[in-house]
């Protein structure tokens, strides 16, 4: 607050940017394999007592903002770069709407692709404006009840569950969904079910879905980190609620971090780790039946070859004198 007004003071200012494999946001049906250039500012809008990046997300301090790097900079590195899309990511971009927002007009100009990876907390009247210029979200449905928002978020349910109807229902954003198995927080079989019939329900059956395991971190390492017999639990769960696409995260398994053909059943796109294998999509149809598997993909049937790579990146070599 300066002066009666709220005024961003990170604007053009980053942690830091990287090259990083698009399924890392998670989003593993817009443009597979492909690079994209991600970067975060500091702070947040909720209390996450779990939070796997707070070092960065909790700071208040300015001294974390390093690198200063303008809209057009951004651009002009992800096209110099061969990047398909940047990322608002490491800290949710809703904080730095504004440099978001100018930053996805600078790359759509510059034919780049937009990418929010966001809680979705936001309020109804800022949602068209940050939207607006964004081709794909992962938005982290944190938990399916209020009790958990509120005790372990400092926040509510109910903002997320409209920011994904209107992504959805008023949109062209390419969305999918992450949800972080805490145990004993919001991992029962009764929540999951609930959640993934609302999802079904009201979302439709082609959101992808994400359970990524927990690790110990922040204020809540009395927790143990998510068995992998949760996850395989929580992914059958969503399977039988009808979900067509439903994946595991921050795990080892090959098998459920692939995607099938929601016809035939049979692999399209081969994953291990970050990595793609095989691939049996012609455009959005499957190689082996011809059916439709929903998403963004390459029209020419090529999946990007960026693989596990993580590369740190200056911006300042990309600013115009």
């Known amino acids: 607050n300066q002066g009666g007004q709220i005024v961003l003071t990170t604007y053009g200012r980053s942690t ?18 492909t690079a994209v250039l991600s970067f975060g500012t500091a702070g947040c809008n909720l209390g996450c007592k779990f939070c796997q990046n707070w070092s960065i997300s909790k700071s208040r301090e300015v001294r974390r903002l390093s690198e200063r790097a303008s809209p057009e900079a951004i651009a002009r590195a992800a096209q110099a770069l061969g990047c398909r899309s940047v990322a608002y990511t490491y800290n949710d971009p809703i904080i730095f709407a504004e440099y978001a927002i100018d930053t996805a007009k600078a790359c759509r100009e510059a034919g780049v692709r937009n990418v929010a990876v966001t809680s979705g907390y936001i309020s109804e009247v800022a949602r068209p404006a940050f939207f607006r210029y964004m081709d794909a979200a992962n938005v982290d449905l944190k938990g399916f009840t209020e009790d958990f928002y509120w005790d372990l978020c400092s926040g509510h349910l109910q903002p ?12 062209e954003v390419w969305l999918e969904i992450t949800t972080l198995l805490i145990p004993g927080a919001n991992d029962s079989g009764d929540e999951l079910k609930r959640m993934c019939d609302w999802i079904a329900r009201e979302l439709g059956t082609t959101v992808p879905l994400h359970f990524t395991a927990f690790h110990p ?14 996850l395989n639990a929580a992914y059958d769960i969503a399977c039988k609620a009808g979900l067509k696409y ?29 990595t793609i294998g095989r691939y049996f999509l012609k455009g959005n149809l499957c190689a082996h039946c011809g059916a439709e598997v929903h998403g963004r993909f390459d029209p020419a049937g090529r999946p990007g070859d960026w693989g596990n790579r993580r590369q740190p990146v ?8």
């Open 16 to 33: 830091g940017f990287c090259i990083d494999p698009i399924e890392k946001k998670p989003l593993n049906h817009f443009y597979p394999g």
């Open 160 to 171: 997320v569950l409209d920011t994904l109807r209107y992504l959805v229902r008023e949109t």
């Open 217 to 230: 971190d922040f204020r809540l390492r009395d927790r143990g980190p998510t068995p992998i017999e949760t």
């Open 246 to 274: 439903v994946y595991t995260g921050n795990c080892y398994d090959p098998l459920r971090q692939s995607t099938y053909c929601p016809a035939c059943g049979r692999c399209v796109i081969e994953r291990e780790g970050y």
């Open 314 to 321: 200056s911006i300042a070599l990309f600013e115009r004198a």
